[in-house]
Structure formats: structure tokens, C-alpha cells
């Protein structure tokens, strides 16, 4: 059948779309619900807590309703096309609180908005994972594919992290979680009704749940990726909710000009994803991930010293580097444990592998929120009312210090896995779906 046009771009900017919402759900929760309503660093260590637990449960029946889905538009189209507006819904709801809450009914509010909104990314997510090995059957295909993904993920970023604080300071959050609400549900919509899916006849054999999960969990290198994964995104999860906190209170800068800080981390990391693919295709996948890991590592090092708004762009251009390479590397390492499942045990749960690894990814809650609590135990740091005695180093630890002992642990997990040079299992003849 003859490849559509645009199929990479198509497919692509989909990234853009999904990372549009979620970006500023997860980068500015908390300066929003501790810096600026009150709501204290143990309250919020909470919410990530017992969003983290939820994420566990969800990410799997998500994946395993999607992998079982028969209809005529395919499996993963439906899941995208009802979940993207209740993901809008959802972000507007969480930055738009009422005034009259506080205590524990603002705690409770943002904590089912919240969890509300991140699972409905975790539906948009493992559907759009799962598309990714089934429309790109080749690592050549694969990397340049997600090169341009990934792209188009730092371009989001610029918007929703980047540009926020001058956004939100015109506008305010509310307004901007309409207008992000509404372009990444647009762009989402977009992807899932052109993006040509292979349509899974009734006779294929569908996924059993506790069969695939026994699966999972004998699948060593499933762990190995996840938890690398887990690492390095707490990692960035801290980086991200911790830069408006460092800009405030350790550079002493006004709040907007953390802007140029994720500025730096991010037209960088635009620049180097390009050569960080070249690596992938001239070195091979494995060693060029761990350079990566290790890259990101070590950058923190001199964000760790910086001092005035200058140093900190250079340290940030140097993150900016390293976090280019891991996402360039990173989804290239799903595809193949979902590759070696499908050959292995004959049944495509693609659906069931992209969001277990996104469980793992979630994980991170878990460290971002034993952070938050470090901070206010080690520090004295409880919100923007009460900031304590140091706030400066408790933001410092938050941005440089915990992500540097995360990627460490990421970069020795990446040496317990590797794996064979064979292609991606054929999949069914494609079977165009209907408009």
C-alpha cells in the first residue's frame, strides 16, 4: 500500500499536542497551589503521593483496554478522540479554583483535578505510544520519526514551560489553561484522525491481562528501561517544578525571567536532538543512550554553582544538552521491548508495554514528592507564605542536587540491558480506516 503523505509529520506533531497540556499541569502545580494559594510542601507531597499510586493502577487498564479495542476507526482512534477533551477540561478546572477555598478544601480540590487531568494524559499517552512501533517499522524510520517528535515536544515545551511565567503574568493561569487546553486538544485531534493506524482483524489473538502482566513482570529489560526512565524523569520532573522556585529564591531575580532560564534548557536541546539522532545511527541505540544519561548527569554540576542569571544559562544550556540525548534515545529503547515481545510470545499489546513503561515513568511521583518533603524537613521550607530560613538552598537542592543522584542511579541502571540487531516483526497488512 503507498505510504500517505506527511506520514511522519502527521504522526509527530502529535507530540506537540500532548505535551502542550500536561507540561504546564506538571510544571507549574506547584508554584501555583504552594507559592501562591497557600497550600503547604507537605500537602503537596501528598497530592503527588497518592497521584502516583492511582497512575500505578490506571496505566495498565488503559493499555490493556486499548490493545483489546475492535472497531472500525481502529484501536487507538476512539481512546484519542473522547479523552482529548475531557484532558482540556481537566487542566482548566485545575487552574481555576475557587476563591473561597482553602486548607483541606483547596488540598482536596487539587488533588482530584490533578489526578483527574494526569490520568486522562495517561489515556492520551499509551494510545499515542502505542501507534509509534506500529506505523514506523524500521530503526531508520523509527529515529528519524522521533527526532522530529521530539522536536516538536521542545517547541511545546518552549510555549507551556518557557513562555508561561510571561503568559500567566499578563493573562493570568486560568486564561492560559484555556488557550493550552485548546490548542493541544486541537493538535491531538488532528494527529488521531490522520495518522493511518493498521486495523486489527477479530481473528488476532487480544491480549489477556494477568497473561500479559505475568509477561511483564519476568521481562527483565522492561524493568531495566522502566526504572532507568523513572530516574531520569524525576529528574527532569524536579528540574522543571523546581526552576521558578530557584529563580525567586536563590538567584533573586523577578519570577518572569525564568522564562531564559528553560529558554536555554530548551532551543539547545531543539539544536543538538538532530545530532544526538546522527549519534543513534552512526554509534547504535545503547551507547549512545548511556552517553546521553551521563551527559545529563553531569550537567547539574555547574547549574549546581550558578549564582546570577548569566551563570545560570550556561549551566542550563548544558542541561539543555544532555536532555536532548535522553529524549532522543529513550522511546527508541520502548520500541524495542515492545519489538521482542511481539516476536517472542506472538500477540501485539503494544498498548499494554506503552503505558506499563509510563507507569514506571510515573514512578517519579514517588521521588518528586520525597523532595518536596526533604525540603521542608532539611530546610524549613513549607510554602511562599512560610519559606523559611533557606530557601535559596532548599530550591538549589531541589534543582541540582536530588536530579544528580536520579540520573546517576538511571545511568547505572542502562548497563543491565542490551539488545539483539533484528528487525521489528511484520504486523498484519495495513487497512485504511475510515474518516
Not at 538552598?393 to 546517576?408: E, G, Q
Request: hydrophobic share 50%.
Amino acid at each position: 500500500m503507498k505510504e500517505p503523505k506527511f506520514k511522519s509529520f502527521n504522526y509527530a506533531i502529535g507530540m506537540f499536542g500532548t505535551s502542550i497540556p500536561i507540561n504546564m499541569l506538571k510544571t507549574y502545580a506547584a508554584i501555583f497551589y504552594v507559592d501562591r494559594l497557600g497550600l503547604t510542601t507537605p500537602q503537596w507531597s501528598l497530592v503527588l503521593l497518592v497521584y502516583t499510586f492511582i497512575d500505578a493502577i490506571d496505566n495498565l487498564v488503559y493499555g490493556y483496554l486499548s490493545d483489546r479495542t475492535r472497531t472500525r476507526w481502529g484501536r487507538r482512534r476512539p481512546w484519542l478522540v473522547i479523552g482529548t477533551p475531557l484532558l482540556a477540561l481537566g487542566l482548566i478546572a485545575f487552574y481555576s479554583p475557587m476563591d473561597f477555598l482553602a486548607g483541606n478544601s483547596l488540598l482536596a480540590y487539587a488533588m482530584v483535578f490533578y489526578i483527574f487531568t494526569g490520568t486522562l494524559d495517561s489515556v492520551i499517552n499509551a494510545n499515542y505510544g502505542a501507534l509509534f512501533p506500529e506505523l514506523f517499522r524500521t530503526d531508520a524510520s523509527r529515529a528519524a520519526t522521533n527526532a522530529l517528535r521530539q522536536a516538536f515536544q521542545l517547541m511545546a515545551m518552549i510555549i507551556s514551560i518557557a513562555l508561561t511565567p510571561m503568559i500567566t503574568s499578563a493573562i493570568g493561569f486560568r486564561l492560559t489553561a484555556i488557550i493550552y487546553g485548546i490548542l493541544g486538544g486541537s493538535v491531538i485531534l488532528y494527529m488521531a484522525l490522520t495518522s493511518r493506524e493498521v486495523v486489527v482483524g477479530e481473528a488476532e489473538p487480544k491480549p489477556q491481562l494477568w497473561d500479559s502482566i505475568k509477561k511483564l513482570f519476568s521481562n527483565r529489560k522492561f524493568w531495566v528501561a522502566g526504572f532507568a526512565n523513572a530516574f531520569y524523569s524525576a529528574a527532569m520532573s524536579l528540574v522543571l517544578a523546581s526552576m521558578p522556585f530557584f529563580v525567586k529564591y536563590r538567584l533573586q531575580i523577578p519570577d518572569a525571567q525564568s522564562t531564559i532560564l528553560f529558554a536555554s534548557v530548551l532551543l539547545i536541546a531543539i539544536g543538538c536532538v538532530a545530532i544526538w539522532a546522527r549519534w543513534v545511527k552512526r554509534f547504535a541505540l545503547i551507547p549512545v543512550w548511556r552517553a546521553a544519561l551521563a551527559s545529563l548527569a553531569i550537567a547539574f554540576v555547574p547549574l549546581y554553582f550558578a549564582n546570577s542569571l548569566v551563570t545560570a544559562i550556561i549551566g542550563s544550556a548544558l542541561v539543555g544538552f544532555g536532555f536532548a540525548g535522553v529524549i532522543t534515545t529513550m522511546d527508541l529503547i520502548g520500541t524495542k521491548i515492545m519489538d521482542e515481545d511481539t516476536r517472542k510470545h506472538n500477540v501485539r499489546r503494544e498498548g499494554i508495554i506503552s503505558n506499563a513503561l509510563g507507569f514506571m515513568n510515573r514512578l517519579n511521583g514517588l521521588f518528586t514528592s520525597f523532595a518536596f518533603f526533604l525540603v521542608f524537613k532539611l530546610f524549613g521550607f513549607e510554602s511562599g507564605l512560610n519559606p523559611g530560613t533557606q530557601p535559596g538552598n532548599a530550591s538549589r537542592f531541589l534543582l541540582t542536587v536530588f536530579p544528580t543522584l536520579l540520573m546517576i542511579i538511571s545511568f547505572a541502571f542502562s548497563f543491565f540491558i542490551d539488545f539483539k540487531d533484528e528487525p521489528a516483526p511484520e504486523p498484519p497488512p495495513a487497512v485504511s480506516l475510515p474518516e
